[in-house]
């Protein structure tokens, strides 16, 4: 990811390398880079101020439902993943294994291992088993349900193709996990969740989502069944951005998260568990970003708006950033965002492209004509327009800009995605539009039959990405047999 200064300011475009392209806008916008351990990334305070608020945001919506935060331990004892036989064999080839303890020098002055863990431990993939251990031992009455906790967290899952944001050995998230005295309350949260990441996903980021069931072959290692939401990237393929899961009893009978009943029964809890990670940005990027760099939503910015004072004689840059200072203070007091003067002494040209390749969405512009008649010029990130605007409505127009940027990003993305969708009955049909340059969903009616499935990725590559929550109850003929189908389901390549 790292660039010369030679080319320091290239971003190869979408259509020439999407994948290089990826890779250039993070660089460009300092929002990461690799670091020396294969498949870790360090998050710059570019990428980590956008991670910031999400966490903010969504930490808020999940807290206004009742979630409340905790911290588990990051090394869990091997045996706790081996008390749940699918949850084990999903994180198998995932998981970091700690073997030994304590670290000695030998002769040649290198660092060996000393001791031999008496048990090893899991390097934390996800964290159900070391957490309802715990939900055993605080759970004992239906009074102490619901419990409904949250962390945020780091995990590791050894990843063979690391890719930053998307894939990577190491990443933060947050993850849910709740215990119910029934299969209805779990079930109701398990959906109550998918819809806030819904509403967060498509209210903050722009980003418009399918809400679905995976398969049965798709789903969480352990769960009952799982939700999820699904978005198209520019180059037509999905990403998951967030999941939840219904694990019903799978987790509390080998753990023993039991609790006694209002008639004295002891019962066995319904559990949940759910997610969203820094995967979210990757998708940030690529739905939203164009080849001259990234494009942040208003409303998750970091910095929404940065004002560039311009100026050409020595003279003039006293008062450009008297007035630069006093318009920053007037927005920052009235509409409660940050705002940045980029006081550089260089020429407006460099600091444009700088803040355009940052992604912020609204560029202020001033100079000394701009003073003499009381106006700015306020510049979109998304669409490049230029709009002169009177002082004496500065909050509101700003207010109103900030206002379309955000639903217009929605907007844009949402077009390209219905464009990327096709429904057919013919399987030659799909197999041609997931094999495509251009990609896209494929919705067709599936039997149900996991042959049916593997034949579709064998063929194409292509996974069900979901089985769409919102469908009509019709009958008709799977695309790839031809026997009797009562559900529609979304195909797609996926990241």
């Known amino acids: 990811m790292n660039k010369t200064k030679e080319n320091i300011n290239s971003i190869t475009p979408r259509s020439k390398d999407y994948s290089k392209w990826y890779l250039d806008v993070i660089d460009a916008a300092g929002l990461a880079e690799n670091s020396p351990v294969r498949g870790c990334m360090v998050i710059k305070p570019n990428g980590y101020a956008i991670w910031e608020n999400i966490q903010k945001v969504l930490d808020n919506m999940l807290k206004l439902r009742g979630v409340k935060n905790a911290y588990f331990p990051l090394f869990i004892p091997k045996s706790f993943f081996e008390k749940e036989a699918k949850h084990v064999e999903g994180f198998a080839k995932e998981c970091a294994i700690v073997t030994h303890h304590r670290l000695n020098l030998n002769k040649e002055g290198k660092l060996v291992p000393a001791g031999l863990m008496e048990e090893p431990l899991v390097v934390r993939p996800t964290s159900e088993t070391i957490i309802y251990s715990m939900y055993a031992k605080w759970i004992h009455s239906f009074r102490d349900l619901p419990m409904i906790i949250n962390q945020w967290a780091n995990v590791v899952r050894w990843?063979?193709?690391?890719?930053?944001f998307l894939r990577t050995t190491e990443?933060?998230?947050?993850?849910?996990h709740t215990a119910h005295s029934t299969k209805e309350e779990a079930d109701e949260m398990t959906l109550q969740i998918l819809e806030v990441y819904r509403d967060f996903v498509e209210d903050y980021l722009a980003i418009p989502v399918i809400k679905g069931i995976k398969s049965e072959?798709?789903?969480?290692?352990?769960?009952?069944?799982t939700t999820c939401i699904e978005a198209m990237m520019q180059d037509g393929k999905a990403l998951q951005v967030a999941t939840s899961h219904m694990l019903g009893q799978n987790f509390a009978k080998p753990f023993k998260v039991k609790f006694t009943d209002k008639n004295g029964n002891e019962q066995y809890v319904w559990q949940t568990s759910w997610g969203m990670s820094t995967r979210i940005i990757g998708a940030l990027i690529m739905v939203h970003s164009d080849d001259k760099g990234l494009i942040i939503p208003p409303k998750i910015a970091p910095t929404p708006i940065v004002i560039i004072p311009i100026w050409g004689k020595d003279r003039e840059k006293n008062d450009v950033l008297s007035r630069a200072k006093k318009i920053a203070t007037e927005i920052i007091s009235e509409m409660n965002c940050v705002v940045h003067i980029d006081e550089r002494d260089e020429r407006p040209g460099p600091k444009f492209y700088?803040?355009?390749?940052?992604?912020?969405?609204l560029r202020i512009e001033i100079g000394p004509r701009d003073i003499a008649n009381n106006t700015i010029v306020a510049v979109r990130r998304d669409t490049g327009d230029k709009i002169e605007v009177p002082l004496a409505n500065l909050i509101p127009k700003i207010k109103e800009l900030l206002s379309n940027i955000q639903s217009?990003?929605?907007?844009?993305?949402?077009?390209?995605?219905?464009?990327?969708?096709?429904?057919?009955n013919s399987y030659n049909a799909m197999r041609n539009i997931l094999t495509s340059k251009e990609g896209g969903f494929a919705i067709a009616y599936w039997c149900g039959d996991q042959k049916c499935e593997v034949k579709v990725k064998n063929d194409t590559m292509a996974t069900i990405r979901c089985i769409p929550l919102e469908q009509k109850q019709e009958k008709g003929q799977c695309i790839i047999c031809g026997k009797e189908a009562l559900k529609k389901v979304i195909f797609a390549k996926a990241y």
């Open 217 to 225: 072959s798709e789903k969480f290692a352990g769960a009952t069944y």
């Open 354 to 361: 700088d803040w355009e390749k940052r992604g912020v969405p």
């Open 408 to 424: 217009d990003l929605y907007k844009r993305a949402l077009r390209y995605s219905e464009k990327l969708t096709q429904r057919t």
């Open 171 to 176: 990443f933060l998230w947050q993850e849910g």
């Open 159 to 164: 990843e063979l193709r690391p890719r930053p």
